[in-house]
């Protein structure tokens, strides 16, 4: 539990922090939000979220219609009739490979023609946000799938079939595995120096595909 001196810092940050990821998603850049757990990283993104824009119309025709192969054109955000939202997906950690990046029958396996495709998360954030709340539990495998699809945008399915997704990702993930890791923390981190460094090393893979990355100091640092 947050000190009170502690949780008055965290109200103080979290606007900063919006305006950051709003500010990440405007200019396409994929970003990681690296702070302590509770100090609202989850908050702040819907927050975001909630404060963005119409998806441009340009646009509209392509997210529709991947809308449709996943059979969600009759959801609200995907109506004709209404302003299409910029797509916003939030897969759970447990997510499968197939579930990230879509499905393909071909004609020959299932008599489809010339192929049935069913859109993975990666799609149905096209043109809009993929949001991965704690990365570093997702399956390494599944991740790899997600950093190839960021610099090709799209996805390579069996047979060669390419199929949009080109989106900004953010992510969040804990300083330490207690998640109390920070220099002006009043919560003890009760994690030893060897674990946090094996921490890190695990995941400095996935890291070094962000070149934007939000912490709590220079959250503050912007305050000053």
Known sequence: MFETESYL???????KLVDKIREAIDNHEHTL????????????????????????????DEVRNIAERAGLLKIEPYNEYNDIRIPFRAPHHTVSEIGMVGLIFTEKEYRTFPYTWKPGELNLAHRGVLFLD?????????????????????????????????FTLIATMDTCPCGNFFETSKTKCICLPETIKKYYARTEFLMSYFKNIITFKNLEGDQQ
């Not at 939000?33 to 509209?60: D, H, S, W």
């Open 134 to 166: 704690e990365v570093n539990e997702f399956k390494r495998n599944v991740l790899q799938r997600v950093f190839e699809a960021m610099k090709n945008k799209r996805t390579i399915l069996k047979h060669n079939y390419e199929f949009p997704a080109d």
């Open 9 to 15: 810092k965290k109200l103080e940050i979290i606007p």
């Open 33 to 60: 939000i690296l702070m302590p757990a509770g100090t609202g990283k989850t908050f702040a993104v819907r927050n975001a979220i909630a404060k963005l824009p119409p998806l441009q119309k340009k646009y509209e």
